[in-house]
């Protein structure tokens, strides 16, 4: 058998219940941490930032599961509505990280997201995923139909937002953050149809 029918095959066999809960477990290991001084003399800071990342991290392997199974045959779609979701929950936990233990001032979190372009573009790309996160289920896919999978495509304003949010909310130059970037951009590309296809269509 080949790697990856055999891959195929042995994913299938993977329930996703567990992985739902894997998934909600780092971020109370996180909050021990920053109890425990784990996570520096900025906490909370540190806190947001892994949060962050972690939500971001999802969004880029959620968009990888069309590319991989088109151009190598891996199919992880029965995974999507995991990742999706778990992405979602990890931008919302670094939301509620930064209005609830950094910002705390109402009229201040206002204000931050109107002045601030990182908070606004951050802001802009939680918003997108609202709708994505109410609908990732079987009702609306059938209620939909059709309509589900554009506004699904939100996805990729989405997570290119938060990869411009990251680079903006870092101080001097980093590659990771751009290297998050690139990657979105090519993850992007490799869901374009072949150009000779859209040539004869």
Not at 19 to 31: E, G, N, Q, S, T
Request: net charge positive.
């Amino acid at each position: 058998m080949q790697p990856i029918a055999w891959a195929n095959s042995t994913l299938r066999l993977v329930p996703t219940w567990p992985l739902y809960i894997l998934c909600a477990l780092p971020p109370v290991w996180f909050v021990y941490q920053g109890l425990t001084g784990g996570l520096g003399v900025e906490p909370i800071k540190a806190l947001e930032a892994r949060l962050g990342e972690l939500a971001l991290q999802f969004l880029v392997a959620g968009l990888a599961i069309t590319p991989l199974r088109r151009h190598i045959g891996l199919n992880l779609l029965r995974f999507r509505r995991l990742i999706g979701l778990a992405a979602f929950y990890y931008v919302s936990a670094h939301l509620l990280v930064w209005l609830v233990l950094d910002v705390q001032i109402v009229s201040q979190i206002w204000a931050d997201i109107v002045k601030r372009p990182y908070v606004t573009v951050g802001m802009a790309a939680f918003l997108l995923l609202i709708p994505l996160a109410i609908t990732s289920n079987t009702w609306s896919i059938r209620r939909l139909g059709q309509k589900w999978r554009r506004l699904h495509k939100l996805v990729y304003a989405a997570t290119l937002l938060g990869a411009v949010h990251f680079i903006m909310l870092v101080k001097g130059f980093q590659i990771e953050p751009l290297l998050y970037l690139g990657t979105i951009v090519l993850l992007l590309a490799l869901r374009l149809p072949p150009l000779r296809r859209r040539q004869m269509a």
